[in-house]
């Protein structure tokens, strides 16, 4: 079994920055991709940003600028780095991680379960 287990959200107020981090627990062989999505309350959960195991990215036109989203394929980890943030930021930040091999079977996907981040002055 894998579990993602994140931290870094809080409050923040606008124009500040916060870092997302997460982790990779358990019988990992290699992760396809690993991401970063958002929920705000009464909205559908939206990509932030992803990135492949050969370090490609990709980012929601929204955040373009001002995340950056890196990887450490060997530790399994996976970081978000948050600046300039705005208001409509303000949402729950889930990690993901698709396609992970365990070395058998079949990759699956996994969601952590997830971190508050709140930009308000």
């Known amino acids: 079994q894998v579990q993602l287990v994140e931290s870094g959200g809080g409050l923040v107020q606008p124009g500040g920055s916060l870092r997302l981090s997460c982790a990779a627990k358990g019988s990992i062989f290699s992760i396809n991709v690993m991401g970063w999505y958002r929920q705000a309350p009464g909205k559908e959960r939206e990509l932030v940003a992803l990135?492949?195991?050969?370090?490609?990215?990709d980012y929601a036109d929204s955040v373009k600028g001002r995340f950056t989203i890196s990887r450490d394929n060997a530790k399994n980890t996976v970081a978000l780095q948050m600046n300039s943030l705005k208001p409509e930021d303000t949402a729950a930040y889930y990690c993901?991680?698709?396609?992970?091999?365990?070395?058998?079977?079949?990759?699956?996907?996994?969601w952590g379960q997830g971190t508050q981040v709140t930009v308000s002055s």
């Open positions: 990135i492949t195991s050969g370090g490609a990215t």
């Open positions: 993901n991680a698709e396609g992970v091999y365990s070395g058998w079977g079949t990759p699956h996907d996994y």
